[in-house]
């Protein structure tokens, strides 16, 4: 392993042209995940018709590189702002936020730093050393029923966070599932809830959605309390935090990678569930439960260690087994087709020097993060000085661009307004916008593996029990779902 | 009634309105699907229906605690919420809720390029800004970032609106961009 790495390596360092873009895919998945309104997956769609000029390792590194530093981008507004740069940044505003209200953004987005690194890094390492046998595990393990537990228990955690109450909690997720329904089905492609609008018939556009449910509705969120004359800027600081305060939570570091890299390595589920798990993990172990969602540095640094753990994990049903596990992965299938691979078993022995560069780009994509992100954090901390008057028509014009360029339809930028209002009502009522967000991400997901599975057993309910790994999902789920009831109905169940 | 105030019942209203409207909407494509038992209205029945055991639940929960936020719940906003009984204030709300869907349903006929200088201005105004210095020379920075990342940099196709003369000013900005990427 060492030998192929030292050799991808030198190949990836070895041509100017290849450092270019390497350095171009760091730097660009960064900015590009930062800023709100445009993601990484923007900027992957654009320079995909570019990549045919490249070799077919330039083109699979350069998005293997935007997709790992590109999750980590979107943590900096989901902190400094409370505007996710994409839904898997989404947990790390819920501490990362109040710790920016609290003065204390310098730590918060160091924290957001330094484990995005780590938790790339060590998820780039377990890809290097077992990438074969872990996709025979899953493809031997995990089937739809499995991924549709996993989407269960991910939608029971959500439903406990974020909202004034577990009822709530369950309804933000519900409305979540409602929206997902619209559009064609997945099973038999008949279309639903499209109330005669033809560009309806594809459904709620993600991208539309989670913009307005996030960027929008914290605008109109700060709107208010400018024009009621409570807004207050957030307060700069530069301290990042120390060594010891990091190795204080060494053990949450360690669970998020886990859950990070199982839940990366299922197809379709990645990131954005990884980051959700991994901070109700970090709640439920946590002996301060109630500091959490009021600026405890262990919620930045469980959701931020996890959605950048997801994405070496990834890469293993894309590169093993061809499988591609969300948006960016599906875009690296095309890359391979452009120049006439197949991802896939055959990959390993046929382009095993495309393997380890892009193995040796993400590690060091990783290790950037650490680097630049330190350097970078200075600066960019300065952006909470720029008066939010002046910031406000930026990140709606971005948003704007952002939902109409993803599908070319004024529709989505209707909807990302819709959704902005929609968002910002539930929020003063209470409603969980992640919740919501979460349920839409996963609602066809959930479905469509929930049919596969049905038609996999015969529509026998109870084989999902003979399952291990789906029974114990299940009954994690489940668990997650009876202990928040129980809370709801337990005495002094209330805060005034 | 027990801590039930009015706007929990209107909140629930308003949610059984959408639980009957998604389920009443459900017969138009109950249709069965041969690999599927289920058919295609199966899962979002479902949904509804467990939406609406989540709906009565909260009305139960509001009945019994009021609007008080339930303890152990991690991540929910407590901050009070802005007191609307001014109108002035109530008008400024509603004119930032309603401008952006204004611009988003003026971008067909007139196109992005011309309506955003006007949106951005008009959002500053409104987010309380007054030195009109400041909001013309922020105006024209946000404006140059916008034209210089999408279309000079990105070439991304943006509403171009379909009225004259909207539709020939925004012709008369690519003519200009084209002139610019021919000079490299």
Known sequence: MIENFLAGSAALFGDPLTIAIFVFGVIGGMLFGAIPGVSMLTLAAILLPFTAGLTATQGVMLFAVIYCTGTYGGAITAILFNIPGSPE???????????????????????????SAVGGIASALVMMAATEPLAKWAIRNIGPPEIFALVFFGLAVASSVGARTIWK????????????????????????????IGDLAAGIAFVPAILGFFAVSEIFVQAERK???????????????????????????????????????????GATLAAFMSYGEAVRWSKDKDSFGRGNMEGVISSETANNAATGAAMIPLLALGLPGGALTAMMVAVFQMHDLEPGPLVFYNSPDLIWVVFAAMFYANLSILIIGVVETKTILNLLKIPFQFLAPLIL??????????????????????????????????????????????????????????QMVHYDLGTYFSRPICALLIAAGTLTLLASIYRAFAPGKTKA | MGRLNRSHLIEAA??????????????????????????????????????????MGNLYYQYKNGS??????????????TDFSDRATLFKMLAVLGVPFIFAWLLKPV??????????????????ERRWKAIVIVTAVIY??????????????????????FYDFSAWILTMNTKLQGLW
Not at chain 1, 89 to 109: E, H, I, L, W
Not at chain 1, 230 to 248: G, Q
Request: include cysteine.
């Open chain 2, 68 to 81: 008080d936020a339930q303890s152990g719940i991690i991540g929910s906003s407590d901050e009070g919420a």
């Open chain 2, 144 to 165: 140059v970032i916008f034209l210089g990342l999408f279309l000079v940099i990105l070439n991304a196709p943006l509403p171009q609106g379909n009225t004259s003369p």
């Open chain 1, 397 to 454: 014009m971005l948003a704007t661009i952002g939902a109409y360029i993803s599908r070319g339809l004024v529709l989505d930028v209707m909807v990302m307004f819709l959704a902005g209002i929609f968002g910002y009502l539930l929020r003063r009522s209470g409603f969980s916008i992640p919740g919501i967000v979460l349920g839409l991400i996963l609602g066809k997901i959930g479905e469509q593996n929930f049919a596969q599975g049905m």
């Open chain 1, 89 to 115: 940044n989404a947990p790390t505003s819920f501490d990362g936020y109040p710790m920016t209200q609290q003065g204390r953004s310098g730590k918060a987005v160091g924290a957001a730093v330094l484990c």
């Open chain 1, 169 to 196: 909690g369950w309804m933000s997720v519900l409305i979540g599932l409602l929206i997902a329904t619209i559009g064609q089905d997945p099973v038999g492609g008949i279309n639903r809830y499209n109330f005669g």
């Open chain 2, 111 to 128: 196109g992005i390029y011309f309506s955003a200088p006007f949106f951005i201005a008009i959002i500053m105004w409104l987010f309380g």
């Open chain 1, 227 to 269: 024009a009621g004359g409570t807004y207050k800027a957030p307060k700069v600081s530069m301290s990042f935090p120390s060594f010891l305060e990091l190795w204080m939570h060494k053990i949450a570091v360690l669970r998020s990678i886990l859950v990070g890299f199982f839940c990366g390595i299922l197809p379709g589920i």
């Open chain 2, 14 to 55: 308003i949610w059984l309105v959408i639980v009957a409207v998604f389920y009443g909407f459900s017969f138009d494509f109950n249709q069965p699907i041969e690999i599927y038992i289920f058919g295609a209205a199966g899962w979002p029945r479902v949904v509804v229906g467990l939406l609406f055991i989540a709906i």
